[in-house]
């Protein structure tokens, strides 16, 4: 029972694009990491993580070479879901 209530729980959806594609030229500035929180939503939560990746690295445009990574955490009456980006910023 409990699986059959796992697997009608669980989510899934395509691949959505969450910035445009690099250019084919261009110059990388260094590593960058960004973190947003939030409850529902996965892509708010890819998105504003990838943005705030981009606002510590001053002139970046873009990501490259991008890693994501989950955090749920379980706070007793709710939960909280984190999104992790690292990669290398460009312009």
């Not at 260094?30 to 996965?42: D, I, L, R, V």
Request: proline fraction near 5%; charge should be positive; charged fraction near 15%.
């Amino acid at each position: 029972m409990l699986l059959l209530v796992a697997s009608l729980s669980a989510c899934s959806t395509g691949y959505v694009m969450v910035a445009a594609r690099p250019p084919p030229q261009y110059t990388t500035l260094g590593p960058t990491e960004g973190k947003y929180c939030g409850q529902f939503s996965a892509l708010r939560r890819f998105q504003g993580a990838y943005a705030n990746a981009l606002a510590k690295v001053p002139g970046a445009r873009s990501l490259v070479q991008v890693e994501l990574q989950e955090e749920w955490r379980w706070w007793g009456l709710g939960f909280e879901n984190c999104a992790i980006i690292r990669g290398q910023a460009i312009r």
